[in-house]
């Protein structure tokens, strides 16, 4: 991973919104979790796997700072 290239966050906003995030926060509900605790372990935990695959820490910083993805507007209700 270490040609990094910059995803096209848009071409996967719609398995985000209507697949995955909808996943954890059944899960979260189903195992009378907070939602955002069980979305900030998944996303620890894919950090962790994408750093263990070359990804530096540098570069996942860089990721999330120029992530466009703002699904708080777009996500289905209840995960606003």
Request: charge should be negative; include cysteine.
């Amino acid at each position: 991973m270490s040609n990094y290239i910059k995803p096209r966050a848009e071409d996967h906003e719609r398995f985000l919104c209507d697949e995955l995030l909808p996943l954890l926060d059944s899960y979260a509900k189903a195992s009378k979790t907070p939602t955002w605790e069980v979305e900030v372990v998944s996303f620890l935990t894919l950090a962790a796997v994408l750093n263990d695959q070359g990804l530096s820490a540098r570069t996942l910083v860089q990721c999330i700072d120029d992530s466009i993805v703002r699904t708080s507007h777009k996500a289905p209700e209840g995960l606003q």
